[in-house]
């Protein structure tokens, strides 16, 4: 059955101008994340590294900033009352994503973890694979304003791949701690591992709750 693409902000322009400026920032932070880790693993903390993770924060602030001017403009102009709820927790929840990176690349700074180079390739795939959950959910939940019929297409990708980032970390903390490194490292790089691999645990509840919110629009 055919179906029309009916954008939610039809009648606010300027809404919707912002909350596309806002997935964009989570495709942005997720492929600076991306490039973050993978110059981390090459060379430490380098002045490389500190001007990527200065950028993910420049990142997350301006997406703080987009997201306050978004619920402003919810609230003081009365827009979409039977759906706000729903858009306002769904913003915070992008937020969340945008925060953890944040916070996963200033541990990196902060630690400064020692990956044996065997597990670089590992470590990348991993990142890989958050950054791709980050990207389409951003993507599946720009589908929820623009298009609602392809929700369902990109949410199936978060969980496809957030299945795949939680193999990917398994494996490498089994070869972690079957390795002759100290306790002490093994603890320190599993830790680090399940805060990259919990950035797609958090898309995939994202999406958990955008296909809920699809179900209710559709209503």
Request: charged letters at 30%; aromatic letters at 10%.
């Amino acid at each position: 059955m055919f179906q029309l693409k009916i954008s939610l902000f039809a009648q606010t322009k300027a809404l919707e101008n912002k909350i596309d400026l806002f997935h964009d920032k989570i495709i942005d932070v997720a492929m600076t994340f991306k490039k973050a880790i993978a110059v981390f693993l090459q060379e430490k903390r380098s002045e490389t590294y500190r001007k990527l993770c200065k950028q993910i924060k420049n990142i997350e602030h301006d997406a703080d900033g987009l997201r306050r001017d978004i619920e402003n403009k919810l609230y003081s102009h009365n827009l979409i009352p039977d759906l706000r709820a729903d858009v306002l927790e769904l913003v915070e929840n992008l937020d969340s994503i945008l925060n953890r990176f944040d916070e996963v690349a200033y541990k990196f700074y902060i630690e400064q973890p020692e990956f044996p180079e065997e597990y670089h390739a590992r470590m990348k795939e991993l990142c890989e694979q958050v950054s791709d959950c980050a990207e389409n959910m951003a993507i599946a939940s720009r589908a929820f304003f623009r298009d609602i019929s392809t929700v369902r297409d990109y949410s199936q990708k978060v969980y496809f791949i957030e299945s795949e980032s939680d193999l990917t970390s398994g494996k490498m903390k089994e070869a972690i701690f079957d390795s002759d490194m100290p306790l002490a490292n093994k603890l320190q790089l599993s830790g680090i591992i399940s805060e990259v691999a919990d950035i797609a645990d958090i898309a995939e509840d994202c999406i958990d709750e955008l296909l809920i919110f699809t179900i209710k629009r559709d209503i």
